[in-house]
């Protein structure tokens, strides 16, 4: 990939845009920072800790020995698309092959390969301050770099600078450890606590080589070439993890979880894939998006006149899934079947959540007045059907054995039938209403419209959205656990 980066300060953004896979053909913009800017920003805060502004070291965590992971090249380039565009043979260009990453207990390491590598501590150009490589690196799989990844020498006190910066001011940098492998490539380790755990992220790689951050004489070359990568595995130790849906269809990976870019217009539910690696979501209509590992099987059902799909749940297996709607009407698909609806029976509010049971031989409806409707073998324990509530019920999850399941409403308050009550936000006052439940480890999780996170379970907490708030309110949570 060739780039340039202008003058005055401007730098050629090398990120265009990514589309999301799925039957929906869901599409997202990526906006992303050229490496020029990454660049001219580290070179900034280092000329700031020299001129005493802030002090390199006490703000930077202490670099890691260069013992941790070893990274996997997962991400490829082509050779020959980058050119030397000083025209100087004796200027040899670090020409991307590929790039990688890894992560384990130690550490974070960062790794990229080149067809010509050379040494940055002897190399006249990098001695200059005039070339460096970049990783941005998208832990939420949002399309929107959180860290910055970054190494070029400093030609006033001619010391290698390798850090990851955080985006967010408030995050410390971390010192890194550099090795060049000759004829090879370059790999940074990062300690330990600098990135959050990760099962997988979005990542790229950029080189350049010549005149500077704003100089239109230097040449760029990236791994991938022009945008974010599909989510890559760097850690997979997580097996738990969650994501919220907001209403404007985006959806929020948290832990073990993988996200993918792409919006769902209309979007009201997801369910999980039981790997982690993919979910579905449906709108209004039930037109179905699948991500990741989730498969297509159908969907788009024949609604009657105000009757609107409102939830999806999937089977087990993951093999195929069901579409309740707003009057308590079933739509299986794939491997799923269909045990009994509401069809004709008037409801006293609307369906709001479903769940299968742990065997997916049945599942679970349940209306805004806590009406609970059982089908298959799914067995009736309770509802809070004949009972005055202060809000309505909202979510529901069964136990890990299906011996019971929790109800939840939008003000926090869990009701437990046949299941251990592990604890509620009934008495706490919420900024946001509660908006789902799902089950979790030994109990469950509840999710609030500003993003909130509420774990009562023994599963780690693994994050929610409520320093950074959604685009648009959150309208569904599914969680998974291998």
């Not at 409102?310 to 309740?324: D, K, Q, R, V």
Request: hydrophobic share 40%; with cysteine; aromatic share 10%.
């Amino acid at each position: 990939m060739r780039g340039r980066f202008l003058g005055a300060g401007v730098a050629v953004a090398l990120f265009v845009g990514t589309v999301a896979s799925g039957p929906g053909a869901a599409t997202a913009a990526t906006r992303t920072p050229g490496a020029g800017v990454a660049f001219a920003r580290a070179r900034a805060q280092v000329a700031a800790a020299e001129a005493g502004a802030v002090s390199a070291q006490s703000t930077a965590r202490t670099a890691a020995v260069v013992s941790g992971p070893v990274p996997k090249i997962s991400l490829h380039d082509p050779t020959g698309d980058a050119f030397d565009s000083l025209g100087d043979p004796s200027n040899p260009l670090d020409d991307v092959t590929g790039a990688g990453m890894a992560q384990d207990s130690r550490g974070t390491a960062f790794a990229v390969t080149f067809k010509t590598t050379v040494n940055p501590r002897t190399q006249p150009t990098w001695l200059q301050g005039n070339a460096a490589v970049v990783w941005f690196v998208d832990t939420n799989r949002d399309d929107i770099p959180e860290y910055e990844t970054y190494m070029f020498d400093n030609p006033d006190t001619g010391q290698l600078v390798a850090q990851v910066q955080a985006l967010n001011a408030t995050h410390p940098s971390c010192n890194a450890a550099f090795t060049l492998t000759a004829g090879v490539g370059y790999r940074l380790n990062a300690p330990a606590g600098c990135l959050p755990r990760m099962t997988s992220v979005r990542f790229q790689a950029c080189a350049f080589f010549g005149g500077g951050p704003t100089d239109d004489t230097t040449a760029v070359d990236c791994a991938p070439d022009l945008d974010l990568s599909t989510p890559i595995v760097v850690n997979d130790t997580g097996r738990d993890g969650y994501w919220m849906l907001g209403a404007d269809g985006r959806v929020y990976p948290f832990g073990g979880a993988v996200g993918f870019a792409g919006l769902v217009p209309g979007a009201v539910a997801m369910a999980p894939g039981r790997d982690g690696r993919g979910y579905w979501v449906t709108d209004f209509g039930g037109r179905v998006y699948a991500f990741g590992t989730a498969r297509y099987f159908g969907g788009s059902p024949r609604l009657g006149a105000g009757e609107s799909v409102s939830t999806i749940s999937a089977t087990p297996s993951g093999g195929g899934y069901w579409l309740f709607t707003n009057r308590g009407r079933v739509f299986p698909f794939g491997n799923a079947s269909s045990f009994g609806d509401m069809s004709g029976t008037r409801l006293n509010g609307p369906i709001v959540a479903s769940v299968a049971t742990p065997s997916g031989r049945g599942y679970y409806l349940v209306g805004s007045d806590g009406g609970i409707f059982s089908f298959g073998d799914a067995r009736f324990h309770g509802s809070t059907g004949g009972l005055r509530l202060h809000r309505p019920v909202v979510g529901i999850a069964p136990t890990p054995a299906g011996t019971g399941y929790w109800l939840v409403a939008s003000d926090g308050g869990v009701f437990a039938f046949n299941a251990p009550f592990r604890g509620s936000m009934g008495a706490v006052r919420l900024a946001q209403p509660v908006d789902g439940l799902v089950a979790f480890g030994n109990g469950y999780l509840m999710a609030a419209a500003d993003g909130g996170v509420f774990n009562f379970s023994n599963r780690a907490f693994a994050g929610s959205l409520a320093a950074h708030p959604p685009t648009a309110p959150i309208i569904g949570l599914a969680a998974f656990s291998t």
